[in-house]
């Protein structure tokens, strides 16, 4: 057990080397491990290594594993390899703590890059401009999501290293980094059965990859959303036609996509697909009456996006406040669309094919595949004379709620008040999480989602930012986290 | 005027020389004169130069005139070259026939690059595949449209000029060569009116740019629709955004321009837009009947681009044939759509924006201003709350039906069944030719279309081609054209 003053020593160090953490953290933001495009893939190596040498540098033994089908000739996979990290790994008391950690070293694509203020892998360092909020901030793709969020649980370890000699403070972690989750995750589930003897003991989970309710108001997630994401293809000549001789004679997949996608939703924003709210799970009186107290301003949060309040009100589901819709309620949207000539001028045509990516939020008890056969089966009763469907599983992951009522969450709730100075808030995210899902499945893993990110991070967008003082929240409250749980030990 | 034994030793010189004929269109369709993208500048230039020489090898003053805005320092236009061609232009009798021939010798883009079997820009000569129907044909960009078309007239003039000394037999022509057709003839209306001095006496324009009934069957087109072709951005939130962070609570432009352009079309397949029907000319009972009993079969055309005659019901408006849908009225296409991610693989985003091309061809008596304004204002009423619209237009022009009682036209109907051995069809076209509505409006002019397309020759489409076959009939129709006219000067 560690005593107070040992976190105090790891939060002065940190403090004393704020800059050298940063330094650190804009080395691996460098690295361009966008794991959806394969060209990038010595990239990804690249970042997972990097990171693997951080968790040695902090005492933890490291290693890369592959993960997908292994070339015999270099050993290497054909996914991205996963980095694992071990800190106290002969400690298999039942009643010690055994923290699984999980996070992702690899980022979401750049485009379109034109919009991108400065290379998205040449970090800059700026404070705020007016009118942006918040103050010093790092920009640059994934410097939130997730490299600079996971680089807060490693320079919390570094702290705990240098500042006591142990960097968990004798707690057993294991430390999971995928490469995948801006992917699909596709082999995550294989690597967590093919290796669950290692993770079976741990108790529960904690992820940083989520945010904090508002600028100033840290918070713990309960609550992610699943996902399905799918690519849907309508196929109609067998070439691209010239739309004066064509149109109105063939059809075409354009007009046709866009007539059917559209009926997806009706007029109030409900989506119109038999039994997709079957399973959703109605918003207690209770969680509602506590979410509407909490410090959230729909209104000005469409502001730092450029949207009036007046956006608000049809962009989703009538009926649910905007939080309400986040956290609670299914979502279905076009992620992207595409058909026919789209370079600059005209060009009159009518395309063999259209497409699009079509994605589902799912919240508790959805189950993504259920949801994406009946949207599937939904498409197909309405193909179009003469034309066919190419559908596509981009894969998803299942909700994930937990309970409030932990001791691991409690302490982390009293760890993320006294890091920052402030009350933590219990909220829900719209994101997803897939491997939560496949934890609390698997191994019966509750999460802790202690996340430090803001709501105008632009992350999956250009000009991706994390704050230093989000940063040095976040590694402060993983300091004395780590803390609480060498706590728990003595008890 | 010419006797018969002119054109027949004409008609004897192409035949003779078809394959030196072969070679020069080749060697046209080599230059990518690409004139939507403004990088192929320098190729269209030199396709335009191409073009005046083969002129100035028949005996045929040409030049080159500059469009658009002047550059003081290089001489140069800012649109693409006009080529121009006088033959007995000192001849201003006014009972004497002079004819404005229109082509043109840019091409449409060539993407999807991939699904070309060979380069776009290296034609091929090759017999058909079993299934394709045919004979042999050259494969390219510009294949048929308009660089095949046009070479057949340019064929004809070589011929008269080698045979007979004189490349039009005495008649007055003068020759119209654009470069901007395919990118919306942006600079011509100003040019014709620049230049309308010299164009003023002639009585009617030719244009080969259409096609024949079907294989075997040549035709001479008396309609052809017009064109409002325009591109519609929705904006909405000023970054792109998370869709877990923010689906349901800001407006995603895919979901609600997929929304909107479905309500474009009612169930019954007719536009909705306001007045859209208003001037729309209705198919007389006489028309109805002469094109019930045309040789077209609408099954067998769809059967070439992949599709069961199940696909023709519902591509149209309800209660008409296809040919009356292609003809007599007007459509609305989207020709290209785009928004948030398309690449490979899942990114789940909202995009700060989507674009569609849309497009309506219009038939007489549609006016396009009027119908891009109604249809800019139906987008308008439906602004989803917290967008903008961004709405441009790509030009367009007026349908343009002509007289059937002229003798050009029955000239030129002469000629083509003397030129192929069989009786011409009078049809009309889907297609949009804007210049034949411009000299109409400007010149008062009539315009015969005297095309040798067939609708599988993949215009605007990778692999486009144009039969020998077609191309061979089409010189020699031009040829016995030529003769027709001389011997009007006689009259």
New interface residues.
Partial sequence: MADRSEAAAALKWLDAHEQESIARWIDWLKIPSIS??QAYAPQCRQAAEWAAAQLRAAGVRAELRETGDIDPATKRGSGHPIVMGFAHESDTRADAPHVLFYGHYDV??V??VS?WESGPFEPVVREARPGEGGGKRVVARGACDDKGQVMMFLEALRAWKEACGDATSGVRFTILLEGEE???SANLAKFLKDNQRELQGAKVCLISDT?MLARGHPAITYG??G?V?TEVVLH?????????????????P??L???I???V?DAQGSVTIPGFYDKVRPISPDERAAWSKLAFD?SE??GR????S????????RGFT?LE??WA?P?????????????????????AK????V?F?LVADQEPDAVREAFFAWLRERT????RWELID??GGHPATVRTDSGYLQGAMRAIKQACGVDTALIK????IPVAGMLKQMLGLDTIFMGFGL?DD??????EKFEIECFRWGARSHVLFIDELSRMIAR
């Fill in positions: 959806t495009d979401q694509p485009d379109p919009l801006e992917s699909g945010g992610v959303r996902l994401y109609g000549a067998n070439q691209d036609l010239h739309s004066g001789l064509w149109g109105g004679r063939a059809p075409n354009n007009n996509l866009a007539r996608l559209a009926q939703w729909a949060a469409l996006i450029g949207l009036g007046e956006a608000d009100v049809e962009s989703g589901e905007a819709r986040e309620r979502t279905c949207d076009i992620n992207g669309i595409t058909g026919g000539y789209t370079g600059t001028g005209a060009k009159t045509v009518i395309p259209a497409s699009a990516k994605s939020r179009p004379a003469g034309c981009h894969s995210s719209g994101g997803s709501d632009r992350v999956h967008s250009p000009n």
